[in-house]
């Protein structure tokens, strides 16, 4: 239990985990278009209006739960920047698999972006939405701009780089492949990218 | 009047065209929540039966509807990879302004990527959705890689290069900004992008 001297409003943050634990299993196994807030309400064992009162829409509900599927990419400076960003575009396209999955039958050869692009469309459709995706990005990506700026610090990359740009390339072209083009990403063009914005396109 | 001796189905294309122009008008002035397939056919003068037949579902139609919005933006070889890629990627940032402020207040400080992602969203909900847009994506950016094949058989770029995944981290960054990030995309960020793809991260 939790003791009664404690900070915050511990009862609502007992049920804000109850209810996100079972939308998670819930999203999994449905995705999101047959995914009800009020199944996930009655799973989690709480009253409607207490789910509605944390996340107005389906949407509110379904992106703070995509935000706690996110693997934390263990992110340090190894002195191979080039390794590094291997490492976390890989973990990136493992984590993007996973929720596109989400609700969707496993081994089927299907290539759809999912449940990627319903979190994207929920974060074009409501401001708050959008704003709190915009910060999740923000927050997960200042761990490896900050590598990209100690690869500069330490002389691997152009002094003068600017260390967004490169990332927003690399994430990029796999958002862009997933979301937009339908191509296939795995471990080889995760290299080939890897290599083409280090050395550069000019001759 | 067509001739009777026209090939195809003239009276069907003619209906065709006559949706598609009023579901334009409607969903530029609605946007995606707010676009009623029943209006778009009302407003066409066409029965319901024969929308539904050629487009099954609002997200089969709007997907029509956007693909036919997208400026085609001359691409041809200049000499100069660096200018025509600054000049084509700005062109996309232009296009992807108009398609995601589609049904939003005019002049509104709201970045959101509106219709873009709906579209992103539809293409992952529907499988032959999915495969019409990335038809259109690959008919689309088969003219720019065009362009980088031969800029690369002038020299102008590494001969080693693909230029797949060079388009991918430009036009990429572009997408990613707008759908996930919310980082704001001009002519200056363009610029740059398009310098660090060329000249590479790596010192």
Chains 1, 2 share one sequence.
Do not use: C
Not at 36 to 46: K, L, N, P, Q
């Amino acid at each position: 239990m939790v003791p009664a001297a404690r900070r915050g409003r511990p009862r609502a943050e007992g049920a804000d985990e109850k209810i996100l634990g079972a939308a998670l299993e819930l999203l999994l196994e449905r995705g999101y278009d047959r995914f009800s807030v009020d199944e996930a309400a009655a799973t989690a064992g709480v009253a409607k209006t207490t789910l509605y009162r944390r996340w107005p829409t389906k949407d509110h509900l379904i992106v703070a739960v995509v935000a706690r599927m996110q693997d934390e990419v263990p992110v340090r400076y190894s002195g191979d920047v080039r390794a590094d960003l291997t490492r976390y575009l890989n973990a990136i396209v493992h984590g993007l698999d996973r929720v596109r999955r989400a609700g969707r039958p496993a081994g089927s050869g299907d290539a759809s972006a999912g449940l990627v692009a319903e979190v994207a469309a929920a974060a074009a459709r409501h401001a708050d939405v959008g704003a709190a995706v915009h910060a999740m990005f923000a927050r997960r990506n200042a761990v490896v701009l900050a590598l990209l700026q100690e690869a500069r610090s330490q002389g691997e990359l152009r002094p003068d780089l600017d260390p967004e740009v490169l990332f927003d390339q690399l994430a990029g072209a796999l958002y862009y492949r997933l979301l937009v083009t339908g191509r296939p990403l795995d471990g080889a063009y995760v290299g080939r990218l890897v290599s083409t914005a280090l050395e550069g396109a000019a001759r």
